[in-house]
Structure formats: structure tokens, C-alpha cells
């Protein structure tokens, strides 16, 4: 059973950064996409970035990017998502999520197999 539990979430004020984490058990890490999701209060659950296996590919929703990034690393079975310049509407619960079928960009929730728990991330001044 692989287990995913995100990391580093609370709350910053506007224009500030935050760095969530994933860290992944029990699962071949190496061998999974992996993803970040959102969900703020009363919206959709979003997809916002992720990255395959091996980190040769990434992608992005057009609204973090350019201010996201997100980055594993296989040797600590870890995934981390790189947040800059946030604003209030980045204010949400997020969520890692692994694709067993590592080598594409899975941006729908269907492609995902595992989920973790989510951390919280609010953004107010």
C-alpha cells in the first residue's frame, strides 16, 4: 500500500513563498509521476503541476506558472512543490498525488492511483 503525506503547509502573507513536501512509502517511488493538486473552500478540486518519473518532464497550470516548481528527488522517495509570490487566491488544501504509469504528465484525477491526505495553505494579510 503506498502511502503519501504532504508537508510545510500554514499560512504567509501575500508576495511570500512556501515549499510543501510529499514524502511516499511502501510504493517504488522511482517509478511514478507525481502531482500537486489543490482544492479552496467551496471550488474543485485543481490540478497544478507534475512532474514524471525520472523529473525529465514537468508541467504547469497556467495559473502558478511561472511561480510554482515542482521537483523530486528518488533517492528520499520525496516530492516538493516550490510556491513564490503567493497571493490569497492560492489560499487551499493541497494535495500530492502518484500516477503508477510514470513516464507522462497525468493532469486529470483519473490518472492519479494514491493521494495523500493534504496540507493546508492559507495566504492573508
Known amino acids: 500500500q503506498v502511502k503519501l503525506e504532504e508537508s510545510g503547509g500554514g499560512w504567509v502573507p501575500p508576495g511570500d513563498s512556501l515549499t510543501l513536501s510529499c514524502a511516499a512509502s511502501g510504493g517504488t517511488f522511482s517509478y511514478y509521476a507525481m502531482g500537486w493538486w489543490r482544492q479552496a473552500p467551496g471550488k474543485e478540486r485543481e490540478w497544478i503541476a507534475a512532474i514524471s518519473w525520472n523529473g525529465g518532464e514537468t508541467g504547469y497550470a497556467n495559473s502558478v506558472k511561472g511561480r510554482f516548481a515542482i521537483s523530486r528527488d528518488n533517492a528520499k522517495n520525496t516530492a516538493s512543490l516550490q510556491m513564490n509570490n503567493l497571493n490569497p487566491d492560492d489560499t487551499a488544501v493541497y494535495y500530492c498525488?502518484?500516477?503508477?504509469?510514470?513516464?507522462?504528465?497525468?493532469?486529470?484525477?483519473?490518472?492519479?492511483?494514491?493521494w495523500g491526505q493534504g496540507t493546508q495553505v492559507t495566504v492573508s494579510s
Open positions: 498525488a502518484a500516477d503508477r504509469y510514470g513516464v507522462r504528465i497525468p493532469t486529470t484525477s483519473y490518472e492519479y492511483d494514491y
